[in-house]
């Protein structure tokens, strides 16, 4: 499959040398080429903005470099929050778009002055009532299902995201009550989205809720452009997308008569592809590749049973045996599945791909195990961005 991270093998290895497995290596060359190839694909959009949904990575090193692309930043907790302040990023720069969370998040967030998105009638009256001045966005849920697999669609009818529709007529009530500003709209479909058309059906409804509404400043189609995992995997084409989004988008701001933005919220298109996990093989039994990981490193293969690029970078001897490459996880954690490997010995180097989003930011200590290293590699240099855990973090708040 033809590579789309540009970071090459025999560097990787040297590193391996340099630093111990795993570790996680991220290519900021290959984030900056994805960003750029949104900036294109939506050029004709005269106002348009992308919001990184941080939740993908959320590396504090890794906000630095994408808020000096350019981007602005969607948080979905009051800590992601605080770490996109950390970052750098200014408070009219962080969208905060929670689902559920304790109305005091929602305080500290107003009292931080970001930008608030809200999506459910009783924290948007308990909002309402604090009568303040600062106007909010709004979530909706447009009924339409899209993505990659039920775990990750997450705008169908029954969905806990998003205002129902039948709720507009209460919004605009509660408006006027209490002298509410809205000022955008907001869909978020779900991820591994590689319909076009889905997002084309979340912009009518967008339209329809937004000409109601005066005043708006934004509408925001969310995230959830697919990237490919695999050969021959199907995707979105951000120029596609671009291009289409942006012609519906500039008739509707044309009957509008505000000025309005057009966001976006990619969290995997921008550093999925960039992503790298680097292990080793510790013992070959059965068929079974082990590596020195595990699911509390990578999830995803295990969660949402998702396809993952494996290659053996040490060995050059091509094979056509297939092995499952499995962790050291007390437990099924196959990373892939029969999958054909140059032949493996002890100590070889395992590198899966597409490790940049959802990778290391859904991490854990299962198994009492300590979360990897993260590397940054820019322009043929790479520096450590998080170090490796220790023994001691685990004992950290514990009261014994
Ligand atoms: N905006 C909102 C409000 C979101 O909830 C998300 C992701 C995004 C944007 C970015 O979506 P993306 O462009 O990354 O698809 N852990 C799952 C993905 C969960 C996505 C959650 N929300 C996975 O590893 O596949």
Redesign the pocket.
């Known amino acids: 499959m033809k590579r789309i991270n540009m970071i090459k093998d025999n560097y990787l290895l040297d590193l391996t040398k340099k630093y111990k497995t795993p570790f996680y290596i991220y290519d900021g060359n290959t984030i900056e080429t994805k960003y750029k190839n949104i900036l294109k694909a939506f050029h004709n959009c005269t106002d348009f903005q992308v919001n990184y949904?941080m939740?993908?990575l959320s590396s504090i090193a890794i906000l630095k470099f994408v808020k000096k692309m350019g981007a602005c930043v969607?948080t979905?907790s009051i800590n992601e929050v605080k770490l996109a302040f950390l970052a750098g990023f200014k408070a009219n720069e962080i969208f905060f778009?929670p689902n559920g969370t304790p109305f005091s998040e929602i305080e500290e967030a107003l009292n931080l002055h970001v930008n608030i998105t809200l999506d459910n009638m009783i924290q948007i009256e308990q909002y309402a009532k604090l009568n303040t001045k600062k106007s909010i966005a709004v979530r909706i849920n447009p009924k339409i299902v899209a993505g990659?697999n039920k775990?990750?669609k997450?705008a169908g009818k029954k969905s806990k995201f998003g205002l129902a529709l039948n709720k507009i007529e209460e919004l605009h009530k509660l408006k006027d009550t209490h002298n509410l500003q809205i000022h955008g709209f907001h869909i978020?479909l779900?991820?591994?989205i590689a319909s076009i058309n889905s997002f084309k059906d979340s912009a009518n409804v967008l339209f329809n809720v937004a000409k109601q509404f005066k005043d708006l400043k934004f509408i925001n189609f969310?995230?959830?452009?697919k990237v490919k995992y695999k050969k021959d995997d199907n995707f979105i084409d951000i120029f596609e997308i671009g291009t289409q989004l942006t012609s519906l988008f500039n008739t509707f701001k044309k009957e509008y008569s505000n000025d309005l933005k057009l966001i976006i919220?990619?969290?995997?298109?921008l550093v999925s592809n960039a992503g790298l996990l680097l292990t080793e093989i510790t013992t070959i039994k059965n068929r079974h590749v082990f590596i020195n990981s595990g699911f509390n490193h990578l999830i995803?293969p295990m969660y949402?049973n998702?396809y993952h690029h494996i290659r053996n970078i040490s060995s050059a001897k091509s094979s056509d045996k297939a092995y499952n490459i499995v962790g050291y996880i007390c437990e099924h954690d196959y990373f892939g599945k029969k999958r054909v490997l140059n032949k493996p010995s002890v100590g070889d180097i395992i590198c899966i791909e597409n490790a940049g989003?959802?990778s290391f930011s859904?991490a854990s200590n299962y198994n009492s195990r300590l979360r990897p290293m993260e590397l940054f590699y820019y322009n043929e240099e790479t520096t450590v961005i998080r170090k490796k855990e220790s023994f001691d973090d685990l004992l950290t708040n514990q009261i014994y």
Do not use: C, L, N, Q
């Open positions: 949904a939740k993908a969607d979905v778009t990659g775990k990750i997450v978020h779900g991820s591994d969310g995230g959830g452009f919220e990619p969290g995997k298109f995803r949402y998702a989003a959802y859904m």
